[in-house]
């Protein structure tokens, strides 16, 4: 077994069983993108768009793309043909985007509303009254993507108190969302990366992205 399936098998099997693993694999090389992909790993997360379709582009077919980073509208058009689940969406607009070009492609694509749980205004997302203004508006015209749930990144912090409380919010959200809207058959809550993945999986992450802890330094 080489070291990055190494890795991976050492987080799967500290998970329980109702979070998965994403290998995020941005600015990382195909070659270790393969060596997870070999040893049996198929779920991967790209943070850019250009880089995300050169390697479905030059990687195996089944492999399973994650758009986890900041997606432009503009963009959307590139990865609609592909992507497996968009964790990142964080309007309105771009929503409307997503289900344009998905039916462009004949395809229902997988999305998650991200929604801003960290105290740094860098990290974009909706906040809570606007995701459930979302949410209590008219979707029905948005039949080409499929909304499964939320994602939130905490704060960059070394307070593992700050973090929970974090993901907390985000849990307890997720859970208010699926008692009010059942039609909207919410099944994953993404959050938790290489520093703080433990702590998502206690409070209801069912996918955590992790990429450091993995592959070891980018590009």
């Known amino acids: 077994m080489n070291q990055i399936a190494s890795h991976i098998k050492e987080i799967e099997d500290q998970l329980n069983q109702s979070t998965r693993l994403i290998a995020v694999s941005k600015r990382q090389s195909n070659d270790k993108i393969l060596d997870a992909y070999n040893s049996g790993f198929i779920r991967f997360g790209e943070n850019y768009v ?4 050169s390697k479905q582009e030059e990687l195996p077919k089944d492999i399973e793309w994650h758009m986890i980073g900041h997606l432009q509208s503009n963009k959307v058009k590139y990865i ?3 992507v497996s689940l968009i964790h990142s969406v964080d309007s309105f607009k771009l929503l409307k985007e997503i289900n344009k070009q998905a039916l462009k492609n004949d395809r229902i694509i997988d999305c998650l509303l991200q929604v801003h749980i960290a105290k740094e205004d860098t990290k974009t997302g909706f906040d809570q009254a606007e995701l459930l203004e979302l949410l209590n508006s008219d979707l029905s015209g948005l039949k080409n993507v499929n909304i499964k749930g939320l994602m939130g990144m905490s704060t ?3 307070d593992k108190n700050e973090i929970e409380e974090e993901f907390k919010a985000l ?3 997720f859970e208010q969302i699926k ?6 058959s919410f099944t994953e809550l993404s959050m938790g990366m290489s520093g703080d993945w433990p702590l ?3 409070n209801g992450s069912t996918l955590i992205r992790v990429g450091s802890a993995i592959f070891g330094e980018r590009l």
Do not use: C, G, I, R
Not at 179 to 184: G, Q, S
């Open 179 to 184: 008692k009010d809207k059942p039609e909207l």
């Open 171 to 173: 849990q307890s959200l």
């Open 50 to 53: 250009q880089e995300l379709v």
């Open 200 to 202: 998502a999986m206690k």
């Open 156 to 158: 960059l912090t070394h």
């Open 80 to 82: 609609a043909p592909f």
